[in-house]
């Protein structure tokens, strides 16, 4: 009996170290699987060789070449193809730098400050002979990233020869009227422009061995360039500007100067009818349908679309309403909205801005212009216009802003000091000037610690606007985005050919 135990204790034992024996040798297994050398496809995926030792061992016998020898090829290959693919890496990494770099520029006009950017404007007008206004004596160092000037007529024309061949003559006496102010106003620029580059194209003669829609583009740059110094570009002038380039670039190079030429008359005129006057009225008849009978409507400065809606509202659909117009200085463009009303017979009241909280109580709704907007929902407006909506805000009165869709920009501005246009700080004192009762700074150079700063536009935040009364209908603020995706897709695909 105890010997037939032992025979048991020592076959159980012996198949205990089989089984220890087996376990080993699936681990080594395992271990010599995971030690494999690793191969790379030309497209980067990553494969396990899946040849065994015996496969190595016949392509060694069929190659002639022993293991270590196959094993450094492999590596030798791995390696260069490693080095292929960061090489393509680095390739594509400085293939879209070029491209980020180029949307992140910031445009000259924003960049005053810098002695570069200054130093390649000075070089671009002197190319193109373009008079040059001196910086201003005065600046204000918060807005030293935009351009201070002396903006006086007689420095614009000291150096000017009205007989030059770089700047038409038309367009000289359009820049002095901007900067005299006799044409102010969005649309009135816009329309002023247009009328002025017809001139321009029909003058025109294309040279030899050159094309018209290179050409013409090159030759309209000085005309631009000296409208600048005049008065910054508008936002509306900026969409007119661009629209008549597009249509030169797109003018088939078969095409005669004379087809050319009423090509480009018609589509100026076209842009005109369509995006001006069409749009006017149609926002007029939008507009008066907001207005009833008994209402106290509120407005500030002067909108000649604004009176084409009071008008209209007054004298065509007969209803009665009075209206309040607001004012500041320097420019007080309220009083020729106000003559203009009285000279229709239109109950009127004038007030300076100070008092809009003491009328507002009062008022049923606002009216007011817009010089842009803007693609974030901001209304870019007269300055001030941003304090009217602020009170007629805390009094629930409704803000309504009427403004063409050819007045918006992608531009996306949250302050009044990012962009803004700087006008003449002499303006401001010659509005207390004749006033002996008011005390006159007409002497404000004099004094080193004194800065003047006239403001031309203010950003107002589209949460205080109710709704924008467009010839598209009424929207709110945040609809510009999709009103440019709009109107950009019905531009390509009506310049594709």
Same mark, same amino acid.
């Given at each position: ?8 204790s020592e076959g159980s034992e012996k198949t205990k170290q089989e089984i220890m024996a087996e376990r080993k040798a699936k681990k080594a297994e395992k271990a010599a699987k995971k030690s494999q050398p690793i191969k790379t496809t030309e497209h980067g995926a990553v494969t396990i060789l899946s040849e065994s030792i015996q496969t190595n061992t016949v392509k060694a016998d069929e190659t002639g070449k022993s293991k270590a020898d196959l ?5 030798q290959k791995q390696e260069a193809q490693r080095a292929a693919k960061a090489a393509s890496v680095t390739e594509g990494k400085q293939s879209v730098a070029p491209k980020v770099q180029q949307g992140k520029r910031i445009p000259d006009q924003i960049q ?59 367009? #000289? ?41 290179? @050409? ?7 005309? =631009? ?7 910054? =570009? ?6 007119? #500007? ?25 589509? #100026? ?25 008994? @209402? ?10 604004? $009176?084409?809606?009071? $008008? ?54 606002? /009216? ?39 007045? /918006? ?7 009044? /000091? ?7 700080? @002499? @303006? ?70």
């Open positions: 009996m105890e010997t037939g135990k032992k025979v048991q094993k450094a090829e492999r590596r005053a400050d810098r002695p570069s950017v200054e130093k390649r404007l000075v070089k671009r007008y002197v190319s193109q002979k373009v008079p040059q206004l001196p910086p201003a004596e005065r600046k204000v160092q918060l807005f030293s990233h935009l351009q201070q000037q002396e903006r006086t007529l007689e420095l614009l024309t000291k150096d000017l020869a009205v007989n030059q061949s770089k700047i038409h003559p038309a367009v #000289i006496k359009l820049g002095l009227q901007y900067a005299s102010g006799i044409i102010c106003g969005s649309n009135a620029r816009a329309v002023a422009l247009l009328e002025a580059f017809k001139r321009v194209i029909s003058d025109y003669s294309t040279p030899e061995q050159k094309e018209l829609s290179r @050409d013409l583009e090159v030759s309209l740059k000085p005309c =631009i360039n000296f409208l600048k110094q005049c008065r910054p =570009i508008s936002v509306s002038m900026g969409n007119v #500007i661009r629209f008549l380039k597009r249509h030169i670039t797109n003018i088939p190079s078969e095409s005669t100067d004379v087809q050319a030429k009423k090509c480009l008359h018609e589509e #100026i005129e076209k842009y005109i009818h369509e995006n001006v006057e069409l749009a006017g009225k149609t926002i007029c008849e939008e507009a008066s349908k907001k207005i009833s009978s008994g @209402d106290v409507i509120l407005t500030y400065g002067y909108s000649s679309l604004l $009176l084409q809606i009071l $008008l209209k509202a007054f004298n065509e659909d007969n209803k009665k309403f009075r209206v309040i117009v607001l004012d500041s200085s320097p420019r007080s463009e309220g009083l020729q909205f106000l003559r203009r009303l009285v000279a229709f017979k239109i109950p009127s009241v004038y007030m300076l801005i100070s008092g809009a909280s003491y009328v507002m109580p009062e008022v049923n709704k606002v /009216f007011l212009g817009a010089h842009a907007l803007l693609a974030n929902g901001n209304v870019m407006s007269r300055v001030g216009s941003s304090q009217v909506a602020l009170v007629a805000k805390a009094h629930n009165v409704p803000v309504l802003v009427c403004c063409e869709t050819h007045k /918006f920009c992608d531009r996306v501005q949250t302050d009044s /000091f990012v962009f803004n246009e700087l006008g003449n700080p @002499d @303006d401001l004192v010659a509005a207390v000037k004749g006033k002996p009762s008011v005390h006159s700074i007409a002497n404000w150079r004099e004094l080193p610690k004194l800065s003047l700063l006239n403001l031309t536009y203010d950003v107002m935040p589209g949460d205080l606007v109710t709704a924008v009364i467009t010839e598209l209908g009424s929207v709110p603020c945040t609809s510009v985005p999709v009103v440019l995706r709009v109107k950009h897709a019905e531009t390509v695909q009506l310049t594709s050919p």
